[in-house]
């Protein structure tokens, strides 16, 4: 799905590096999330931001920080994280929040591994 | 709470044999559902959506699903599996606030 493009594909890191995902959604929505996405787990909703406020921050540890400057553009910003956060970072944009009929997009997600 | 189980962790079926992935879901009201598709690294595509209407929803690569109320399930379907097939494929459900839950997702794997 090319409308939601997500930089960069892949990313090592140390634990006391500080890194940030990219995300970007060319489809006009105005709601964005960021999903982890672990071996044998089910995808987690991270955050969730609509008309770039943030609606959602589904108890995720503060290493976490996400960022929304505009409706198009998601970051997510990584620091002292830990080697249990290794995993596929996904990005997604709708239409709007609380319209349970709207379609989520994804992008390719980010696969990061935390050393 | 609303949730969705897909039972079958991992699915391998001959190609062109047919397919059927199953889903149940929980939830009060009316559910708004989907089936999504995982190809190895990459981000999840849509391959249908049932929100109201004909229970049998037909979608993109000769995916349908059907839902079934009496039986709580959103089962996927294909006649002729393809080897290009091979995924994994995840079921959700829409909250009535719009945020998706997932079932645990079923990896098919296609032999030739």
């Known amino acids: 799905e090319t409308g939601v493009t997500q930089t960069p594909r892949h990313l090592v890191m140390g634990m006391t590096n500080k890194k940030s995902l990219k995300c970007e959604q060319h489809?006009?929505?105005?709601?964005m999330y960021w999903y982890k996405q672990s071996a044998k787990k089910p995808l987690e909703l991270m955050f969730v931001y609509n008309f770039k406020e943030q609606t959602e921050n589904n108890s995720v540890p503060s290493r976490f920080s996400p960022e929304c400057p505009n409706s198009s553009h998601l970051f997510l910003h990584l620091h002292t994280l830990q080697p249990e956060d290794s995993a596929l970072y996904l990005c997604a944009s709708s239409q709007e929040l609380a319209r349970n009929t709207d379609t989520q997009y994804f992008g390719p997600g980010t696969r990061l591994t935390v050393l | 709470a609303q949730s969705v189980t897909q039972p079958d962790i991992h699915i391998t079926v001959s190609e062109g044999a047919s397919l059927e992935l199953r889903c149940n879901y929980s939830y009060g009201a009316t559910p708004y559902l989907f089936w999504y598709v995982q190809s190895p690294g990459q981000g999840l595509q849509l391959l249908l959506k049932?929100?109201?209407?004909?229970?049998l929803v037909q979608g993109i690569k000769g995916f349908e699903a059907e839902f079934k109320r009496s039986q709580s399930s959103f089962n996927l379907r294909k006649p002729s599996v393809h080897w290009s097939d091979a995924a994994e494929y995840f079921c959700a459900a829409a909250s009535n606030t719009g945020k998706l839950i997932f079932g645990q997702g079923t990896t098919l794997q296609v032999k030739p």
């Open positions: 489809l006009g929505h105005n709601a």
């Open positions: 049932y929100f109201s209407g004909d229970t």
